[in-house]
């Protein structure tokens, strides 16, 4: 009786007159409610796509980039879902419109399309992310724009299936996922405006308060490698006799250094360091606009990022960019003597300064008697003949370069030796910088999954060799070096056959290359193996080690590459 009734009821509103273009004011209500639903599960379906963006820094060079490298293989699982949903709501709807009384029954055919949208949005969130979306303000203004667009495009595809192709009524709804990533793009582009009003908002009002205080010292730090680590390592050894704030972790973009200075600098900070990194001609100099920076320090300039300069030329111009601010303003610059690359800027630079040579340099200030352990080094400081002995938990001798460029900017801003000294007792590794770990299984554990360059693979393979343990590497090899990518994973190849016992490559971005170079270091093949997912990886670890083994973790690609 009562489901006599509610049909009755749904068929009596099915027959009012409804707003143009719909059937009836129920079809017009079921339409927005379903159009809402469809906005929802399109935000969480797309999450791969606005992770990609995020994690390009919102350029669309990196968005696209993504999406030809990996064989748009996203796009690709978004065509089976829309094929998926739309078959089965076209069945459904013609099936249940030839034998149910009452059309309220057709809508049910939306149950699938709801299934097949959870199965996916379950999938993509099930998988291992080094980086999750960060549902930051601007992603947050980018996600509600996205989700109006859907919102609009699921009204237009209901109201045309409607007027159109009777039978397949909802089914349409289906083909909402194949328009994600255009989706997406279109509600950056909307934003966009707003964005970099917005972000020269937060710059200048940045740039007000560092320009405010007084008598603050400025220090530029970039290179193509170990910015991270010798950002840390001046802030512990200036920290002996200045009140310092750095930008923390790798905020080295300009709304990351923006966002140090209005956080974490207060008015009792007497040094400011930031960290500047860049993937653009340009990067550097906007950057050094915000901070302005009279010290400068160059770590070393190699083949990272590649890809985005586009050439050799392009990076060093960029990295030079802090040498010639800093000259403008009558500063001083810090090379690495370590690196060709910083050399060569250094031969140009045309104002006060010093490169740094920590294993060559026999008159002012170098290191000597190198002994590695497993916990660190040990090593003789000389400056001006004296020795001080030090050991630092710092691995490899990288690190000892790193400690005598800092050394010398440290004692040019009224150090004395002892405090140099007493601050390199103090260091510890930065977080996934060649820093050891502990393990449950009893393995040595070698962190270095934030390392992407060739020079600190090296490094991390010269460190892991001093071991007399079996040694096993997992590594997705290294990206972002345009046409000498697959050149440089082979070479890695052959560094860590001559460096390890096995070896897991994890992924396949870089796995033949890799496994060229390992062949042609002597590897023998059933010492390769092979991982799908860094879970996969360490599943494969316990099976070839025992306690007391070593185990180097090199690199790991950020998720726009997995």
């Known amino acids: 009786m009562n489901f006599n009734f509610t049909g009755m009821l749904l068929n009596e509103l099915a027959d009012m007159p409804a707003p143009m273009g719909f059937e009836n004011w129920l079809t017009f209500w079921m339409v927005i409610a379903v159009s809402v639903v469809n906005s929802v599960l399109m935000v969480f379906a797309g999450y791969k796509f606005l992770q990609v963006l995020q994690l390009s820094s919102y350029r669309m060079k990196g968005y696209f980039g993504y999406i030809k490298d990996t064989k748009a293989k996203d796009i690709g699982r978004?065509?089976?879902?829309?094929?998926?949903?739309?078959?089965?709501?076209?069945?459904?709807?013609?099936?249940?419109?030839?034998?149910?009384?009452?059309?309220?029954?057709?809508?049910?055919?939306?149950?699938?399309?709801?299934?097949?949208?959870?199965?996916?949005?379950?999938?993509?969130?099930?998988?291992?992310?080094?980086?999750?979306?960060?549902?930051?303000?601007r992603m947050s203004r980018l996600v509600a724009v996205y989700s109006v667009l859907v919102f609009v495009l699921?009204?237009?595809?209901?109201?045309?299936?409607?007027?159109?192709?009777?039978?397949?009524?909802?089914?349409?709804?289906?083909?909402?996922?194949l328009f994600i990533p255009i989706l997406v793009c279109i509600a950056y582009y909307i934003t966009l405006p707003f964005e970099v009003l917005n972000n020269k908002r937060f710059i200048k009002k940045a740039r007000k308060k560092l320009n405010a205080?007084?008598?603050?010292?400025?220090?530029?730090?970039?290179?193509?490698?170990?910015?991270?680590?010798?950002?840390?390592i001046l802030a512990t050894m200036l920290s002996e006799k200045y009140n310092v704030c750095s930008s923390p972790l790798s905020y080295n973009t300009p709304l990351g250094i923006s966002k140090t200075i209005l956080e974490n600098l207060e008015q009792k900070d007497q040094v400011f360091i930031a960290e500047m990194g860049a993937r653009y001609v340009?990067?550097?100099?906007?950057?050094c606009e915000i901070v302005e920076p009279t010290i400068g320090v160059i770590t070393g300039i190699g083949n990272q990022h590649l890809l985005s300069f586009g050439s050799k030329e392009n990076l060093i111009k960029t990295k030079a960019e802090l040498c010639d601010f800093v000259c403008n303003q009558n500063g001083k610059m810090f090379f690495n003597g370590?690196?060709?690359?910083?050399?060569?800027?250094?031969?140009?630079?045309?104002?006060?300064?010093?490169?740094?040579?920590?294993?060559?340099?026999?008159?002012?200030?170098?290191?000597?008697?190198?002994?590695?352990?497993?916990?660190?080094?040990?090593?003789?400081?000389?400056?001006?003949?004296?020795?001080?002995t030090i050991t630092t938990s710092l691995l490899g001798k990288h690190n000892v370069s790193n400690i005598i460029l800092c050394a010398n900017v440290a004692l040019n801003l009224g150090l004395t030796i002892d405090e140099v000294v007493r601050s390199?007792?103090?260091?510890?590794?930065?977080?996934?910088?060649?820093?050891?770990?502990?393990?449950?299984?009893?393995?040595?554990?070698?962190?270095?999954?934030?390392?992407?360059?060739?020079?600190?693979?090296?490094?991390?393979?010269?460190?892991?060799?001093?071991?007399?343990?079996?040694?096993?590497?997992?590594?997705?090899?290294?990206?972002?070096?345009?046409?000498?990518?697959?050149?440089?994973?082979?070479?890695?190849?052959?560094?860590?056959?001559?460096?390890?016992?096995?070896?897991?490559?994890?992924?396949?971005?870089?796995?033949?290359?890799?496994?060229?170079?390992?062949?042609?270091?002597?590897?023998?093949?059933?010492?390769?193996?092979?991982?799908?997912?860094?879970?996969?990886?360490?599943?494969?670890?316990?099976?070839i080690t025992e306690p007391g083994d070593v185990v180097l973790f090199e690199n790991?690609?950020?998720d726009n590459y997995n």
């Open 78 to 137: 978004l065509v089976i879902l829309a094929f998926l949903s739309s078959a089965a709501l076209l069945i459904t709807n013609v099936l249940l419109e030839d034998f149910f009384e009452y059309k309220i029954m057709t809508y049910l055919g939306l149950i699938f399309y709801l299934i097949f949208c959870i199965v996916y949005i379950v999938n993509q969130y099930s998988l291992p992310q080094k980086s999750p979306l960060k549902y930051t303000k």
């Open 154 to 177: 699921s009204m237009l595809f209901l109201n045309l299936s409607f007027l159109y192709i009777p039978y397949f009524k909802y089914g349409a709804i289906g083909l909402t996922p």
């Open 213 to 232: 205080h007084e008598n603050l010292i400025k220090i530029g730090i970039t290179g193509s490698y170990a910015k991270t680590s010798v950002k840390s």
């Open 282 to 287: 340009g990067d550097i100099k906007e950057l």
């Open 338 to 388: 370590d690196s060709v690359g910083a050399v060569q800027i250094a031969s140009t630079c045309s104002c006060e300064h010093v490169v740094s040579n920590p294993f060559e340099n026999k008159e002012a200030l170098y290191a000597d008697n190198l002994v590695y352990g497993k916990q660190g080094v040990t090593f003789d400081l000389y400056y001006n003949g004296e020795k001080h």
């Open 424 to 543: 390199i007792s103090k260091l510890i590794p930065s977080p996934h910088r060649l820093a050891i770990v502990p393990s449950n299984g009893a393995l040595i554990v070698i962190d270095d999954a934030y390392n992407g360059s060739v020079e600190g693979a090296r490094a991390a393979l010269d460190v892991l060799s001093k071991y007399n343990s079996t040694k096993v590497v997992i590594t997705p090899g290294l990206v972002e070096l345009g046409d000498e990518q697959y050149a440089s994973n082979k070479n890695l190849g052959k560094l860590i056959a001559e460096a390890s016992d096995y070896v897991i490559i994890n992924g396949t971005t870089n796995y033949e290359a890799l496994f060229e170079g390992l062949n042609e270091g002597g590897m023998a093949s059933d010492k390769i193996l092979r991982a799908g997912s860094l879970k996969q990886a360490v599943t494969q670890l316990y099976d």
């Open 556 to 558: 790991d690609l950020p």
